[in-house]
């Protein structure tokens, strides 16, 4: 089987937010699709090692922010190669909250979703959830997966340094 062949279906690039009780909390990501318009329903894939996915298990909502191609490369890098078990990510963005939900300020548009159902597989969980509310923040161009693997990717990458030095001060 060749595999990448799955890089074909492309998806949005979103910036997933929720909270612990005590902090907000998210990460990158990508597997995201509308399932439905009525109710209004979408999925979402977390991968079973994110502290993020933790999260969404225990209180059952989440926020999405949608990212333009214009948006600053340093937000994929802090929220999708980190994990908010040792960082307070959205303390180095400007956000929003409501219902506890954190947003990025800067964004083309943002949805709030609850959980309606919940399939684990060996290495994701798949969450089946409602939209609750979702409005346009910003015009734009969303980005996609592909343009962010094929160009993108490297701006990102440049971040990293940065961020692992900032982890190991933190750390010492
Ligand atoms: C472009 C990109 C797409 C990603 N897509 C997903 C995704 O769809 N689902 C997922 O769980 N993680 C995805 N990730 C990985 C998470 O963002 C990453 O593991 C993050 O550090 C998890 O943080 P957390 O432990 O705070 O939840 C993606 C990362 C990048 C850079």
New binding site residues.
């Given amino acids: 089987m060749q595999t990448d062949a799955l890089y074909n279906l492309t998806h949005g690039?979103y910036i997933l937010g929720s909270n612990d009780d005590k902090r907000p909390?998210?990460?990158?990501?990508?597997?995201?699709m509308q399932v439905a318009d009525k109710p209004l329903v979408i999925a979402l894939?977390?991968?079973n090692?994110?502290?993020?996915?933790n999260c969404i298990e225990k209180n059952g909502s989440f926020s999405l922010s949608v990212l333009g191609q214009d948006v600053n490369p340093f937000i994929?890098a802090n929220?999708?190669?980190?994990?908010?078990?040792n960082v307070d990510?959205w303390n180095s963005v400007e956000y929003l909250t409501e219902n506890g939900l954190p947003y990025l300020k800067e964004c083309l548009a943002v949805v709030f979703c609850k959980v309606v159902g919940t399939e684990i597989f060996e290495s994701?969980t798949l969450f089946v959830a409602e939209v609750t509310d979702c409005r346009s923040l910003g015009s734009g161009t969303p980005m996609t997966?592909f343009e962010?693997r094929t160009s993108f990717k490297n701006e990102?990458l440049k971040f990293l340094p940065n961020i692992l030095n900032k982890k190991e001060k933190n750390n010492g």
Wanted: glycine share 6%; charged share 15%; hydrophobic share 40%.
């Fill in positions: 690039i909390v998210g990460s990158v990501v990508d597997a995201v894939s977390c991968r090692n994110s502290f993020t996915k994929i929220f999708g190669f980190q994990s908010s078990i990510k994701n997966y962010y990102v």
